[in-house]
């Protein structure tokens, strides 16, 4: 009989990626991080499969710990840093349609 722990019910987080990935074609979704509510704790950076998550220059805050940002033109909108984010800290980062990102944030995401 597999041992069980009191924590099993919660659902696990992704594995890192074995296998670095490059945007093959314009993405359903973008990541989208609000810097106010992010607390800088990096957990989702090693999660991303394409490494398009930073932390934000010092100096645009003056902060000893700024929040992550995400770079648009990478991000392949996989959802990954979003459940992570979610699941073991703050849910400070959230999905948008990319058509919604793009009117919004006045960028256009290329394939």
Known sequence: ?????KYDHYKPVPDLAEKI???KK???LMAVVDEDNCTGCQV????????CIETVPVEKYGIPIPPVQIRF???????ICARVCTKLTWDAIRMLP????????????TD
């Not at 989702?44 to 490494?51: A, G, L, R, Y």
């Not at 033109?73 to 959802?79: A, K, L």
């Open 73 to 79: 033109d990478e991000c392949i909108g996989c959802q």
């Open 44 to 51: 989702c950076v090693p999660f991303c499969p394409v490494d």
């Open 21 to 23: 990935n490059k945007k």
């Open 26 to 28: 314009k993405p359903k």
């Open 1 to 5: 009989m597999a041992k069980t722990s």
């Open 98 to 109: 990319t058509e919604e990102f793009e009117t919004l944030y006045e960028y256009t995401v």
